[in-house]
């Protein structure tokens, strides 16, 4: 049987002036025409040739020799071409584009963009792009604890965390705990693998490891202090929620960063307040 949206090798079963027929075997009635650009020279009755298929602009079954940049069931970035009333056009390495329906989009995208999609078979028996692309993922990836990899977020969950296509085609998820800025769908994120899970997914943090991140959060907490004009109006029992939304670190991370500062005499810290200190140790008045 002959594949939509695959790649599979077919027979020359015969020739016209337009091009070459293929089929499975030799004596198929049912057939697929190869353009004659796409004709490999010299090529004859017989001979096999690998071949992807899709339907033209007038939903004919043809085939290609062309290589697309996705296959059916696969994700993949592509380049938006066109949005017009029905949705947005893609390319996918072919000459005709492909259908994004505005249904199967998880966010409005626009001309000159890219977007992650998988390739599927509509109800009317054509190939078509989703932005849903949870399903089409694969959990087997070739990564282990603390490994860098590299994704897009395809999906926000407010129960869950930060969906994440890493290489754009493994299931990877920043859990909720993990989450310590705004993200949105498209984003391109680079991320620490803290688990693999049995089931072959991969918990991610965009953080390092503490003893690597916490010069950094150090770096961060100064800054918030200078915003404040040298004193942050709060102490060392300051609430989760207000060290998330103005450092987006967790307590521990906090907790670690002000702790590296006070050892190095950069800060003081009182219940009511945070000040950073002078050059020499001493603290701003």
């Given at each position: 049987?002959?594949r939509?949206?695959?790649v599979?090798?077919?027979?020359?079963?015969?020739?016209?002036?337009?091009?070459?027929?293929l089929g499975?075997?030799?004596?198929?009635?049912?057939?697929?025409?190869?353009?004659?650009?796409?004709?490999?020279?010299?090529?004859?009755i017989?001979?096999?040739?690998?071949?992807?298929?899709?339907?033209?602009?007038?939903?004919?079954?043809?085939?290609?020799?062309?290589?697309?940049?996705?296959?059916?069931?696969?994700?993949?970035?592509?380049?938006?071409?066109?949005?017009?009333?029905?949705?947005?056009?893609?390319?996918?390495?072919?000459?005709?584009?492909?259908?994004l329906?505005?249904?199967?989009?998880?966010?409005?995208?626009?001309?000159?963009?890219?977007?992650?999609?998988?390739?599927?078979?509509?109800?009317?028996?054509?190939?078509?792009?989703?932005?849903?692309?949870?399903?089409?993922?694969?959990?087997?990836?070739?990564?282990?604890?603390?490994?860098?990899?590299?994704?897009?977020?395809?999906?926000?969950?407010?129960?869950?965390?930060?969906?994440?296509?890493?290489?754009?085609?493994?299931?990877?998820?920043?859990?909720?705990?993990?989450?310590?800025?705004?993200?949105?769908?498209?984003d391109?994120?680079?991320?620490?693998?803290?688990?693999?899970?049995?089931?072959?997914?991969?918990?991610?943090?965009?953080?390092?490891?503490?003893?690597?991140?916490?010069?950094?959060?150090?770096?961060?907490?100064?800054?918030?202090?200078?915003?404040?004009?040298?004193?942050?109006?709060?102490?060392?029992?300051?609430r989760?929620?207000?060290?998330?939304?103005?450092?987006?670190?967790?307590?521990?991370?906090?907790?670690?960063?002000?702790?590296?500062?006070?050892?190095?005499?950069?800060?003081?810290?009182?219940?009511?307040?945070?000040?950073r200190?002078?050059?020499?140790?001493?603290?701003?008045?």
């Amino acid at each position: 049987m002959m594949r939509l949206g695959e790649v599979q090798e077919l027979t020359v079963l015969r020739k016209a002036d337009f091009g070459v027929f293929l089929g499975e075997n030799p004596g198929d009635e049912e057939s697929v025409l190869l353009p004659g650009k796409q004709v490999p020279e010299g090529t004859e009755i017989g001979d096999k040739i690998r071949v992807f298929l899709y339907r033209d602009s007038r939903d004919r079954l043809i085939a290609t020799t062309a290589e697309p940049k996705i296959h059916l069931g696969e994700t993949a970035v592509l380049p938006v071409r066109q949005v017009t009333k029905i949705g947005a056009f893609l390319d996918m390495g072919l000459e005709k584009d492909l259908l994004l329906p505005y249904r199967e989009q998880v966010y409005p995208v626009k001309e000159g963009s890219s977007c992650l999609v998988a390739l599927y078979i509509d109800r009317s028996g054509r190939l078509a792009a989703t932005m849903r692309v949870y399903k089409y993922l694969s959990a087997d990836s070739p990564y282990q604890k603390d490994d860098r990899v590299a994704g897009t977020v395809y999906e926000i969950s407010d129960a869950f965390g930060v969906y994440v296509a890493v290489d754009d085609r493994y299931c990877g998820l920043i859990r909720k705990s993990e989450v310590y800025r705004e993200f949105r769908p498209g984003d391109k994120v680079e991320c620490r693998v803290l688990k693999v899970r049995e089931d072959g997914k991969l918990d991610l943090t965009t953080r390092d490891k503490a003893y690597l991140q916490i010069s950094q959060d150090a770096e961060l907490v100064l800054r918030v202090i200078d915003e404040y004009a040298g004193a942050l109006p709060f102490g060392e029992n300051v609430r989760p929620e207000v060290i998330r939304r103005e450092f987006g670190l967790s307590k521990a991370a906090f907790k670690r960063a002000v702790g590296h500062l006070l050892k190095e005499g950069k800060i003081e810290m009182t219940e009511k307040t945070i000040r950073r200190a002078a050059e020499g140790g001493e603290v701003k008045k």
